[in-house]
């Protein structure tokens, strides 16, 4: 299968170079200069992965990404910041916009290459092996995984439909302590670690990601 990828940068120069290694490895690739143009090629074209910048004029990478997972066809679209910016806080405020991945500049396209494709393996880890899958039944308090059924206690099932809500966005702690146990309720602080740990175990994959002091995200 030839996957579609869509560059979005408003370096000439970026979009060439990326754009003709990630050719060589046998990806199909279009490219744009802002977020706005990416916006309208990527509804035209639908790519299994967009790169985007940061920095950018018109609509800049955040921008771009929170409309890319507001987007009903396009919201499930793998998403690698490549950007300059090597700030610590503009990574995590990235990652709360829904990106996959983010890469610092300058990075050897040998390894850009490696995670690109370490990116689309998951896509046909996917395709291939639907085992990974789950489904919530709301009634029953439970998850059916390929193993079967899994009922779960109210605040683990609780804290899985927060996070399956919207997959992909980092659901900061406090804000799943606040909507899960409520505002005021006091906690132990390694409660959410603990109820998470039971999840991943009950589910069998490694679809719900830690994004360290920060949160986690459920990915499908």
Not at 40 to 66: F, N, Q, S, W
Not at 133 to 154: K, N, Q, Y
Not at 204 to 213: E, F, M, Y
Request: charged share 30%.
């Amino acid at each position: 299968m030839s996957y579609r990828i869509l560059i979005v940068d408003d370096e000439r120069d970026i979009l060439e170079f990326v754009g003709y290694n990630l050719s060589k490895e046998g990806y199909e690739v279009y490219t744009a200069g802002n977020g706005e143009e990416g916006l309208k090629i990527a509804e035209k074209i639908r790519p299994h992965l967009i790169i985007l910048d940061l920095m950018m004029p018109v609509m800049d990478g955040r921008e771009t990404c929170e409309a890319i997972r507001r987007h009903p066809v396009l919201k499930d679209t793998m998403v690698i910041f490549l950007s300059a910016v090597c700030e610590e806080e503009k990574q995590v405020d990235s990652f709360m916009a829904g990106a996959d991945d983010y890469i610092t500049k300058p990075v050897s396209m040998r390894v850009l290459c490696s995670r690109v494709n370490a990116i689309m393996k998951r896509l046909d880890d996917g395709d291939s092996d639907k085992q990974a899958g789950i489904r919530l039944d709301e009634g029953r308090h439970s998850i059916i995984t390929a193993e079967g059924e899994v009922t779960l206690p109210r605040k683990e099932f609780e804290i899985l439909r927060l996070l399956c809500s919207e997959p992909g966005r980092i659901f900061t702690r406090e804000e799943i302590y606040s909507r899960v146990w409520g505002n005021g309720i006091v906690v132990g602080e390694r409660t959410l670690d603990v109820h998470i740990r039971r999840l991943r175990r009950k589910m069998g994959n490694d679809s719900i990601t830690t994004l360290k002091g920060v949160g986690y995200k459920y990915s499908e």
